[in-house]
């Protein structure tokens, strides 16, 4: 197994703990406190760096985060550097994978642990994440409009499947920020919490999924993925097809024996 930890030993604006409050659990956190964790090139390649070694590691969910001294989860992409960019430089640097998609693909659960502006660029990384806890001062938009562009990171495509299609259509043409409050009220996130839950509550989740067998988590996040990007028919075989796990004699036998389970695909 890899250690996830090194991966990013030689990262200056990525650093990584693994177990330091539940084990199997990995914190991602973004460190620009400059500016506001903004996508620039050096944290998009060493966010990729550290997600790359995730499917070699012993992890089973991942917390990404903004560092606490930075004072946002990610306020957006870096504005200079896209200023600086041609057609050509941009469309080079718009090549997938890009981050959005490596937290999509990701084997093991993301949670995104939003504890301040998730703006742009940040509004569409927790879109691709798994779980999305806010805390009560984090702000949520996509003021790309403002700059005489749209959404390049998946907004215009994951939002609506989120919030719906008036409410995508609202943030996007208008650029307007929203609150924490409203955005769990229309789906962008799924909890919001203050100083004395939020923590507890994301890593409660965590350690919950943490528990659960690795082979199972990785085909229960592909199968839930598929919803929204199959019709309901191929949706149902592709589940049908993923359904059982080399873990599942295992978990019935530790149920009926009422002990914990030791999982095979770990």
């Given amino acids: ?3 996830l930890a090194d991966a990013a030993a030689d990262c200056e604006t990525v650093s990584v703990s693994v177990g330091d409050r539940v084990e199997n659990v990995a914190t991602v956190e973004l460190h620009r406190p400059e500016a506001r964790n903004a996508l620039n090139a050096q944290l998009r390649s060493e966010f990729k760096q550290v997600f790359d ?6 992890v089973r969910a991942i917390v990404l985060t903004g560092a606490a001294d930075t004072g946002a989860f990610v306020a957006g992409a870096d504005v200079t550097e ?3 960019r041609d ?5 080079e640097a718009s090549k997938r994978p890009r981050v959005y998609e490596y937290v999509d693909e990701c084997p ?8 301040g502006h998730a703006l742009g660029g940040g509004c569409e990384l927790i879109q691709a994440a798994d779980i999305r806890i806010a805390h009560t001062d984090a702000k949520f938009g996509q003021p790309e409009i403002n700059l005489g562009i749209m959404p390049g990171g998946g907004g215009t495509q994951r939002l609506p499947r989120l919030v719906g299609e008036g409410h995508a259509m609202r943030l996007i043409l208008t650029g307007e920020l929203i609150d924490a409050t409203e955005a769990a009220d229309i789906g ?6 203050d100083d004395d839950s939020f923590d507890e509550r994301v890593y409660d989740i965590a350690s919950s999924i943490a528990e659960k067998s ?4 990785e085909l229960a996040k592909k199968s839930v993925r598929a919803s929204s990007r199959m019709d ?8 049908a097809e993923l359904f059982a796990t080399g873990d599942k004699d295992e978990g019935i036998d530790a149920f009926l024996e009422d002990r914990e389970p030791e999982w095979a695909s770990e």
């Fill in 232 to 239: 309901l028919e191929a949706g149902i075989e592709y589940e």
């Fill in 108 to 115: 093991m659960p993301v949670i995104a642990r939003i504890n």
């Fill in 87 to 91: 057609m050509l430089e941009q469309r």
């Fill in 53 to 58: 070694a995730i499917p070699d590691s012993d």
């Fill in 82 to 84: 896209l200023r600086e």
């Fill in 1 to 3: 197994m890899t250690d």
């Fill in 214 to 217: 690795p082979a199972a988590l």
């Fill in 188 to 193: 962008l996130v799924d909890e919001v919490h």
